[in-house]
Structures are given as C-alpha cells and as structure tokens.
C-alpha cells in the first residue's frame, strides 16, 4: 500500500494483495524510498538556494561589465537561470507526487527492494527483476515500481499470477516463482 511521505509503510505487513488504483494522468503517485525522498527534498533545497541566493549575486557581478546583448558572461547566467528554474519546476512536481514506501523486509511479497523471479506464460521464459523506487538508477534486470511490470509486481505473493499490461496493447502473464530481500536496491 503506498502512504503519504509522513506515514512510511511497509509494503510486506498488510498481506493484502494489491490491486491496480485508477489514477488521473500526471498525478499518480510515485513510490520512493525514505532515502531517495530525502535526497529529492535535499536536491530542491539546494537549487532553491541557488536560484535566490547564488544566480542574483552572480548577475549582480556581471551586470558590473553590462548588462546588453554583448555580455556573454551575463547572458550565460540567465541561460543557467533557466535550467535551474526548470529542474526546480521538475523536481517540485517529483516530490509532490512522491509517496514514501517502506522497503522491503522479507521474502513473503514483492516491495521495493526485492528480487522477483517470475515463469513468462505466453513465452514459457523465466526472468529475473529488481524492484526499484521510482528514481532509482536503472541497470539490466532493474525495473521501476511505476512501470507495468514493477507495479503488476508489488505486493504480489509468490504463486501468484499478474497480467501486465504492456504499451501497444500487448499484455503479459507472468507468475511469481521467487522473492528475495534485496537490502540494496
């Protein structure tokens, strides 16, 4: 179950299987560790202060050399002005929509955190995955909690079989073999 940032849960106590919740576009929760929630806020407060405190004193200094169209040294801390206001609009919008999950503490259902080995039906394959929070770096066999296969998986139990619903269409059936704690993801 995913909570508010300042009600941490664990996704392992309910024993209750998760169903899919209808969300509006743009507005679905995404689920992230303590951790990387806190390194988000950490993130938005450092560029809050460079955008109120470092670009003003920086533009105070170039204005110093003019302030008109042949001042490349003004002209590039607008530019940077710029990149900053946008990864703060981005960021804000993150961490609004950031919803705060216990990792994963057993091996009784799928959270972030753990390791999923699932049997493909349609293709009679076996995969393995790591669930990760929502901003965690990717690597190959890492798949996000928000992604149809990531959010197909969490809360599941090992037997249980999820249709995930792919882009274009297609869907997949994947039943869950295997769940391992995974402390690092």
């Known amino acids: 179950m995913l909570q508010h940032p300042e009600q941490v849960h664990s996704a392992i106590g309910d024993n209750q299987r998760r169903e899919p919740m209808p969300v509006m576009p743009g507005s679905d929760p995404l689920p992230v560790t303590a951790a990387a929630y806190e390194a988000l806020v950490a993130e938005l407060e450092k560029l809050r202060d460079e955008k109120h405190r470092e670009i003003p004193e920086r533009l105070r200094v170039a204005r110093q050399y003019g302030d008109g169209s042949n001042n490349d040294e003004y002209l590039a801390i607008l530019d940077d002005d710029a990149v900053v206001a946008a990864r703060l609009a981005r960021l804000e919008a993150i961490v609004s929509r950031a919803t705060v999950v216990g990792p994963a503490s057993s091996n009784e259902t799928v959270a972030i955190g753990s390791s999923v080995t699932v049997y493909d039906l349609g293709s009679g394959d076996t995969c ?31 037997g249980d079989v999820v249709r995930v619903q792919l882009p274009r269409g297609r869907t997949r059936e994947l039943e869950v073999l295997a769940i391992r704690y995974s402390p690092t993801r």
């Open 128 to 158: 393995d995955y790591s669930i990760a929070g929502a901003h965690a770096t990717f690597e190959a066999g890492v798949v996000s909690a928000v992604s149809p296969v990531g959010a197909a998986l969490l809360g599941r139990a090992r």
